[in-house]
Nanobody, 120 residues
């Protein structure tokens, strides 16, 4: 089992920034990738950014150029730096971890979520 604990959400004005953190504990050796998803009211949960253990990253088009995912291996923590925030970035952000088999990512663990609200 892996436990994911997020922090760093909050209320910010448009154009501002936030940094989300996700600390992993437990059977971390089973994880091939960690990332962030978000879910806005009335919408489906969507991938924001993901980082594989080899450092490979992928971002949603909406996040490219504004968000950066990074990690601190010593702390087993993944970060999401979000700059130039827009009201449409308002959502609950969830940390996610999983495994990769034959090139396909399989989600396995979720954090409890942290609210990000961007005011206009």
């Amino acid at each position: 089992q892996v436990q994911l604990v997020e922090s760093g959400g909050g209320l910010v004005q448009a154009g501002g920034f936030l940094r989300l953190s996700c600390a992993a504990s437990g059977s971390i050796i089973t994880i091939d990738a960690m990332g962030w998803y978000r879910q806005a009211p009335g919408k489906q949960r969507e991938l924001v950014a993901r980082m594989v253990t080899d450092g490979t990253t992928n971002y949603a088009d909406s996040a490219k150029g504004r968000f950066t995912i990074s990690r601190d291996n010593d702390k087993n923590t993944v970060y999401l730096q979000m700059n130039s925030l827009k009201p449409e970035d308002t959502a609950i952000y969830y940390c996610n971890a999983g495994a990769i088999y034959s090139g396909t990512y399989y989600s396995a663990y979720w954090g409890q979520g942290t609210q990000v609200t961007v005011s206009s």
